[in-house]
């Protein structure tokens, strides 16, 4: 899937970052995203409470 986003961002000229990190400590600073958007993954996620703990007020 990082594959094809980066080609459909290519093809609509958009410039964007995919980062390859574990959801259980992401390397954003706090505050640094207004929503988290998340969808069937944390069935996949080995340790989901410290994913959820990752996200802004939860």
Excluded: H, N, Q
């Excluded at 290519?10 to 995919?18: A, K, V």
Aim: aromatic share 8%.
């Amino acid at each position: 899937m990082r594959r094809k986003a980066l080609e459909r961002a290519r093809d609509l000229r958009l410039d964007i970052e995919i980062e390859s990190t574990g959801a259980e400590a992401l390397p954003f600073a706090d505050d640094s995203f207004d929503v988290v958007i998340a969808s069937l993954v944390f069935c996949t996620i080995p340790d989901f409470d410290a994913a959820l703990s990752e996200m802004p007020g939860y």
